[in-house]
């Protein structure tokens, strides 16, 4: 890590970060830097490799050239993967168990933060009367709102939120806003990829755009 | 802050797999089905011939549970890598192997119990001489442990192809053969009033090297499998 500043706040750290498949370049050279209480979209077409990114930072690819740490940890390792939460397309959600017992996995996985419990998570993403329900009977939107919630109570400093803002209506682009708020302000930073527009409340936000 | 401890995150997994396959009981009953029937149709086919029947017996059971018990493999994984709970687990900050040994031992509760129950009934129904009941119980509690733990090695491992069923089961025939020996060299042992412990402390042996391997084997083979 002798390139790296030793900036005590920085969470993410990447450095001529790239990715190919086959030979393909999947993802060109990137560098950025995430410190606490930011927030970075990362924006691009189609393909043009920001699920890629994600699951890079998360630790399930690894690349092909360059440097990522996080928290001073490489990707996939034991201290990284205590920083890290990913929440991709699909929500990891069993359809057979209720939304409690779901979140009930999560904790036991992830650890939850102190006088969190599963019901108030569910609670605040206005699932209130939705606790012992099926994930497999509710809509869509429902099943992203339990992702939120699944993800809202552990401790991971670093989110990796992959296009959060599909399938939910406004108040629930609202909740993702709110809940990205105080997340930065616990702290923690979060990368979020998008291909629409989504204004964020917060000044302080960075843009990655990624093309080939 | 309360970080999660390796236990938290077994019991977690244990506690959803059990469950699941409570909330699905229909699909768990399934294998007991399965060897029921099959054991059902042998006096049938083989005619009624005592001797014949008490002397095949132990192997009969015993192929048919295990058989039974591959009916569930293929699924080991496989829902999980769909719905996206497997990349999850893969980045939970426990580790992968204690979370895989817990997927396993709810696989071995939930497929093998109830044929642990069933495959002494069957044998009695064959006509299983009562002296090798005893010893027909512990090789099946042995040899669908083994069963478990190599069999979720290379469901893990095929997780990621598309109709991994036939592999799986051509993949896994040259590990069970001979653990289908051992076993059934005990019982026929016990039958002919020859010392038995001696396969079956083999048996033991290879369970406690796969107890230890298995798990962080799969571990591998599903970080593998998710990068494909």
Known sequence: ?212 | MTSPGLFSGFRAILQRDLLLAWRRRGDAAMPVLYAMIVAILFPFALGPNHQLLARVSGGIVLVTVLLAMLLALDNLFRSDLEDGVLAQMVLAPQSLSALMAARILAYWLVTASPLLVAGPILGYMLGLPAQAQPVLFLSLVLSSALLALLGSMLAALTAGTRRSGMLLSLMLLPLIVPVVIFAAGAISAVEQGLPWIAPLAWLSAALALTLVLAPVACATALRITLDA
């Not at chain 1, 991709?88 to 009930?104: M, T, Y």
């Open chain 1, 1 to 212: 890590m002798s390139n790296f500043s030793t900036d005590a706040n920085a969470i993410v750290e990447a450095h001529a970060l790239a990715f190919s498949r086959r030979d393909e370049p999947i993802l060109r050279p990137l560098d950025f830097h995430l410190g606490t209480g930011e927030l970075s979209f990362v924006e691009g077409d189609n393909g043009s490799g920001k699920t890629t990114l994600l699951n890079i930072l998360a630790g399930l690819l690894r690349p092909s050239s360059g440097e990522v740490h996080i928290s001073g940890y490489a990707p996939g390792t034991d201290g990284a993967r205590a920083e890290t939460r990913l929440l991709g397309h699909q929500l990891g959600l069993k359809g057979d168990l209720s939304a409690r017992e779901n979140l009930r996995v999560a904790m036991g996985l992830y650890g939850c933060r102190e006088g969190v419990t599963a019901d108030q998570s569910l609670a605040e993403v206005g699932l209130c009367g939705f606790e012992d329900e099926p994930i497999r009977s509710l809509s869509a939107g429902q099943k992203k709102r339990v992702a939120l919630s699944a993800l809202n109570l552990g401790n991971a400093r670093l989110w990796l939120l992959d296009e959060p803002f599909a399938n939910l209506d406004r108040a629930g682009i609202d909740l993702v806003n709110t809940m990205l708020d105080l997340h930065l302000q616990r702290g923690g930073a979060a990368l979020v990829t998008t291909h629409g527009a989504v204004s964020f409340r917060q000044e302080q936000t960075h843009k990655l755009r990624l093309n080939i």
